[in-house]
């Protein structure tokens, strides 16, 4: 079951736009919920961020993802840069 919600999420992110992919981000900053959907949700979405060549860096370093604070899409350097 985990494998196909994983991969129902890695479809929907797969046809998002970069705005969507950034917004999906931001809207799970501050919510403390988890369970193994939102382990999904967040592995397919990190994962899509990186397969187009975004820079996660801010928010991950690989082992584990921070939803303290909300980001935007620096374009011009293709990373995602945390908002003040």
């Known amino acids: ?3 196909n919600i994983l991969s129902q999420f890695a479809s929907q ?3 998002a ?7 999906s981000f931001n ?18 979405l990190i994962d899509e961020l990186v397969r187009r060549g975004i820079d ?3 928010i991950s370093d ?13 374009e011009t350097a293709m990373r995602l840069v945390i908002q003040n």
């Not at 736009?17 to 917004?23: A, D, F, K, P, R």
């Not at 799970?28 to 193994?36: D, E, L, T, Y």
């Not at 690989?62 to 620096?74: E, R, T, Y």
């Open 27 to 44: 809207a799970q900053v501050g919510n403390r919920g988890f369970n193994s959907a939102r382990a999904a949700h967040d592995h397919a």
């Open 13 to 15: 992110f797969a046809e």
């Open 56 to 58: 996660v860096s801010a």
């Open 17 to 23: 736009s970069l705005t969507s992919l950034v917004e």
């Open 1 to 3: 079951m985990e494998k």
């Open 62 to 74: 690989g082992h584990s993802i921070s939803f303290a604070h909300h980001v935007a899409l620096d």
